[in-house]
């Protein structure tokens, strides 16, 4: 086995997780776990933050999303932030990841808090708001008509499940997709934003955070040490596990999806291992390439792009 030098407990250990979660049941218990304990979605301060983020981000394309039809990319844990595009006047959002991970159970007290602070939070971060208080209450008794523990699915709020290699939605069926933290663990890179390209109508637009940091080591570059078989035996079953693309690569997939980048803002660490301790396949990486560990991204579809 190709073991970097220095690396082989830490090797040793993860192998032991992994054989772990081959035991029958283990995998699938790891996802429900991951679903539930990434992110930062059951905290109200980070999901209106997170949020933000995306509206201004977005606000660059189109001054506010009313009417729009969105696509929530991995949505995991919780619907919070699919439920603040409703209740900003998004028309509908399709939640599409690869389990249901969000259930009423899987993000307790979330809804409620965020539907408690929503008006402040619009008049604090001056957030577009076409529907007005009065709008937002007849929205919030359609999404919540059943209690604020959990949205109401199929009106305003779809849940889908995709395969990990198409999207179940319809060709030139949404405005805007939005991701945080997702596009690193999908398999299927250049499919995936070939997919979002079909399913976006042109004009349309994309705000996606991407963390290109390895997941399980607390050096942010640690896994660009291994061989993709060795990597794979260590992550490989975990719903951890991440693609190791970089900056580079994601920005290349987007391209040749017909994609335009409107803004590309790249996050750095200056953590970066000797390249003499990089496998070779991630040697030759550029230095900005190397020390980018994620990437904050607005993409749009032009009106001449992919049909
Ligand atoms: C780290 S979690 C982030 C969850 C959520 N966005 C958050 O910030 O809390 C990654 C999510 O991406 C989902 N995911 C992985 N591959 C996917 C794919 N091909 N399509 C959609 N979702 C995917 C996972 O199931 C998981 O829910």
Redesign the pocket.
């Known amino acids: 086995m190709n073991v970097p030098a220095g690396r082989w407990k830490y090797v040793a250990t993860r192998l032991a997780k992994e054989a772990l979660l081959r035991v029958p049941g283990a995998a699938g218990w790891n996802?429900s776990r991951?679903?539930h304990r990434?992110?930062?979605?059951f905290d109200p301060t980070e999901v209106y933050s997170?949020f933000d983020g995306h509206v201004k981000r977005l606000q660059s394309v189109r001054e506010s999303v009313q009417g729009w039809t969105g696509l929530e990319?991995?949505?995991?844990?919780?619907l919070a932030?699919s439920v603040l595009w409703s209740l900003l006047g998004a028309e509908k959002i399709f939640a599409?990841?690869?389990?249901r991970?969000a259930t009423a159970e899987s993000s307790p007290g979330v809804y409620q808090a965020i539907v408690a602070g929503i008006e402040d939070e619009i008049g604090k971060r001056d957030w577009p708001d076409p529907l007005g208080s009065a709008g937002r209450q007849v929205r919030e008794s359609e999404i919540f008509g059943g209690g604020l523990e959990f949205p109401t699915l199929g009106s305003r709020i779809e849940y889908r499940v995709?395969d990990?290699?198409t999207l179940p939605l319809e060709d030139q069926s949404v405005d805007f997709t939005y991701?945080?933290?997702?596009l690193e663990?999908?398999?299927?890179i250049p499919g995936?934003y070939l997919e979002m390209a079909r399913v976006m109508k042109p004009g349309g637009a994309g705000s996606h955070l991407i963390d290109l940091r390895d997941h399980h080591h607390p050096e942010p570059l640690d896994f660009l040490r291994y061989p993709t078989g060795l990597w794979d035996r260590m992550t490989g079953s975990s719903?951890?596990w991440t693609n190791r693309l970089r900056a580079s690569d994601h920005l290349r997939a987007i391209k040749e999806a017909g994609l335009t980048v409107v803004s590309y803002e790249p996050v750095k660490t200056d953590q970066i291992p000797p390249r003499s301790e990089l496998h070779e396949q991630f040697r030759k990486l550029s230095d900005d390439d190397l020390a980018t560990t994620g990437m904050i991204l607005v993409l749009g579809k032009t009106p001449g792009g992919p049909a």
Not at 73 to 78: A, C, D, H, K, V
Not at 185 to 188: I, S
Request: a neutral charge.
């Open positions: 996802a991951h679903g990434t992110g930062n979605m997170l990319l991995g949505p995991g844990n919780s932030q599409v990841d690869v389990q991970y995709t990990g290699r991701s945080i933290s997702v663990h999908v398999r299927d995936t719903a951890g």
